[in-house]
């Protein structure tokens, strides 16, 4: 199973709004509407942003949002804050008997 | 509160088996729907998942590494272990273990461990 594909990087000024994509197949982020997002700081864990495409686990800024179009799903992040800096992950769910798929991985620069 | 903490060597001799154990608590691994999985993170690099073992000790496997890999857990223990055999400079990594969101559809994980980096060299 190929990785997702995601931009290197982003960025954006604080206040402003920032896009980052994740295109996979009809295989993965085209077939279910199970795509989830992972925020990483430098030398931290993973922590889960969106699920379900559109979902915010308790506690996450609904600064956060997720989207899906075909086989491109979208993660923005408005009203940008110096916080936000860090590498995001997308994830997509892609079948009962597989693992799924992790993104390559963005690097998100608060200007 | 659910948290998981890896253990294991932080430094492997190539060809070595690495076994790294997770201990989580705040659930339980022989309650329905709960999976826990392992995955890594070379330097520098994207996530990759290794398997995933459900309550019912289902278990899931990348398919490129499904040879050297073995997941197994303890539910008195509440642990996992991951074992990887001929270990490779290649799989040097900060590996993750990571519980299954229960009310999310589609696999995501909701909790993580810190990481434990783990060195091949000679």
Redo the contacts between chains.
């Keep these: 199973?190929s990785?997702l594909t995601q931009p290197p990087s982003a960025s954006g000024s604080p206040g402003q709004s920032v896009t980052i994509s994740c295109t996979g197949t009809s295989s993965d982020v085209g077939g279910?509407?199970?795509?989830?997002w992972?925020q990483q700081h430098p030398g931290k864990?993973?922590?889960?942003m969106i699920?379900?495409v559109t979902?915010r686990?308790s506690g996450v800024p609904d600064r956060f949002s997720g989207s899906k179009s075909g086989n491109t799903a979208s993660l923005t992040v408005s009203g940008l804050q110096a916080e936000d800096e860090a590498d995001y992950?997308c994830?997509?769910?892609a079948g009962s008997?597989?693992?799924?798929?992790?993104?390559?991985?963005t690097k998100l620069t608060v200007l | 509160q659910i948290t998981l903490k890896e253990s294991g060597p932080t430094l492997v001799k190539p060809t070595q088996t690495l076994t790294l154990t997770c201990t989580f608590s705040g659930f339980s691994l022989s309650t329905s729907g709960v999976g826990v999985g392992w995955i890594r993170q070379a330097p520098g690099k994207a996530l990759e998942w290794l398997t995933l073992i459900y309550w019912n000790d289902d278990k899931r496997y990348i398919p490129s590494l499904r040879s050297r890999l073995t997941i197994n857990k303890d539910t008195s223990k509440n642990q996992l272990v991951l074992t990887m055999t001929n270990m490779d400079p290649v799989d040097t990594a900060t590996y993750y273990c990571a519980h299954r969101c229960r009310y999310c559809s589609g696999g995501s994980l909701d909790y993580w461990g810190q990481g434990t980096l783990v060195t091949v060299s000679s």
Excluded: C
Aim: charged share 10%.
């Design positions: 199973q990785a279910y509407n199970y795509v989830s992972y864990a993973p922590k889960l699920y379900e979902k686990p992950y994830s997509s769910y008997n597989t693992l799924g798929v992790f993104g390559g991985g």
